[in-house]
């Protein structure tokens, strides 16, 4: 199947999920994988995920080896978008990251839910520092917000992690 018939059927199954809905992309029995086709594929997808073409869905990779999606690593990279991959029955995060929100992602993960307030004590971190971490990690779709209330002009969120969705 070409990469672009392929992204027409993963818009569309997009598409029909409930508005927080999840696709998981299983790389199961799949040898080699063209880099063409990964950006194809799921760069181009992501890309359209991560501007809110199709509001709070996420996608999540699933692969038997994690060498299996190095070009689509470098792919996302250079799209400077980032995604779960998960491996070897642990995640690992693909594409444009830095350890700052590996280890953030990480943190969340393990909590499942939890708040910026409760980051920011775990990390050492200065608040607005640690809320750009998470601005940065739900504008990747690679955590769920929910605004919850108010603190001043700031917004007080609970975090979700996709991977508990």
């Given amino acids: 199947m070409e990469g672009e018939q392929a992204r027409e059927q993963l818009i569309a199954l997009l598409r029909s999920l409930p508005e927080d809905g999840q696709v998981r992309i299983s790389m199961e029995g799949i040898d080699v994988l063209s880099t063409s086709f990964a950006d194809e594929l799921i760069g181009r997808t992501l ?3 991560m501007i809110g073409e199709f509001g709070a869905r996420t996608m999540i990779l699933e692969t038997p080896t994690l060498d299996l ?3 689509i690593d470098v792919k996302l990279a250079q799209r400077q978008l980032a995604m779960l991959c998960l491996s070897d029955d642990s995640w690992h995060l693909i594409g444009a ?3 700052a929100m590996t280890e953030t992602l990480g943190l969340i993960i393990d909590k499942g839910t939890t708040t910026a307030k409760e980051l920011t004590a775990k990390l050492g971190l200065q608040m607005n520092a640690c809320v750009n971490r998470v601005a940065r ?3 990747l779709h690679l955590i769920r917000r929910e605004q919850i209330g108010m603190s001043g002009p700031q917004a007080i969120y609970l975090l979700h992690s996709i991977l508990s969705s």
């Fill in 47 to 49: 890309h359209q995920l």
């Fill in 97 to 99: 990251h830095t350890p």
């Fill in 69 to 71: 999606a190095d070009g």
């Fill in 137 to 139: 990690l739900a504008k």
